[in-house]
């Protein structure tokens, strides 16, 4: 973070894992998940030609990064991404690690939280690559049935099919200052509706202030943060399966007399 401007640089999973887990630690989930070829698929290069460049300059296998650590001494699961990674793309690997990963939450009763920096679907993959949109969603509607608490946490850039799924159904969504959040780009935007859009449009005060978003935080708050939202919605879904065992309780005893 610049001290002077306090622009926020781009940083990896590693890196937040550093600034969220209790003393760092943690356990990587599905470490070695590797994307297909299902297209045969050849731009400038071959696809698996691509993925197998990026994994030795990044030493990553794919786009985002699963693990179970501790926050506060408490459980919890984080899927985060890296942009360095083919810009973030969302492919069949993203979607299959983070469902898995929303399993292992659910499994251990704890929340999960998504740390989204994305330039939107990864076309090499087609159809496999936008089925994971909904196949995620329909993940965390079943960490939602568990009563437990989903964050997402907005980088710079979110944009595309993570925008226009997960990264916007968090039960708190949380975004760093000045971080660009949007769906198309800006200028498509612009041309399309044939206006002058805000200078700030598509940034995360922007958001926050349309009521996209809940809060932006400082990179140097967000530990504290997060650690606060999980204890007020981890008391408030304790208190809720508590009344809904009363009202259990009540009927049963209503049924016995």
């Known amino acids: 973070v610049c001290d ?3 622009h926020h640089e781009r940083i990896d999973s590693l890196t937040y894992f550093a600034l969220i887990f209790d003393e ?8 070695e998940l590797t994307s297909g070829d299902p297209l045969n698929f050849t731009d400038t290069k071959k696809y698996v030609d691509r993925v197998k460049a990026t994994q030795a300059k990044t ?24 942009f360095g990674f083919i810009g ?3 492919g069949s690997v993203m979607g299959e690690k983070i469902a898995r990963a929303i399993d292992v939450a659910i499994k251990a009763n704890c929340p999960f939280m998504i740390i989204s920096k994305s330039g939107g679907a990864r076309m090499m993959e087609a159809g496999l690559s936008l089925m994971q949109m909904a196949k995620v969603s329909g993940k ?18 979110t944009t595309g099919g993570v925008t226009a799924s997960w990264a916007m159904l968090g039960d708190i969504l949380i975004a760093e ?10 200028r498509v935007i612009a041309d399309t509706i044939h206006e002058t859009l805000p200078p700030d449009f598509q940034t995360a005060e922007w ?9 932006v935080v400082e990179r140097q708050y967000l530990n504290s943060t997060i650690g606060t939202l999980l204890n007020v919605l981890l008391k408030k879904a304790e208190a809720q399966a508590k009344q809904e065992s009363n ?11």
């Open 59 to 82: 030493g990553l296998k794919d786009a985002v990064r699963t693990g179970k650590g501790k926050l506060d001494g408490e459980d919890f699961v984080i899927a985060a991404m890296d």
């Open 247 to 257: 009202v259990t309780i009540d009927k049963s005893l209503q049924a016995v007399s």
């Open 88 to 90: 973030g793309s969302m």
């Open 207 to 215: 958001a926050r202030d349309s009521g996209q978003i809940d809060l």
């Open 4 to 6: 002077r401007c306090n």
């Open 24 to 31: 760092g630690k943690f356990e990587e989930l599905d470490a």
């Open 177 to 186: 200052p000045k971080a660009t959040i949007g769906f198309a780009g800006k």
């Open 140 to 157: 965390l509607g079943q960490l939602a049935e568990a009563g437990l608490p989903y964050i997402s946490f907005l980088t710079d850039p």
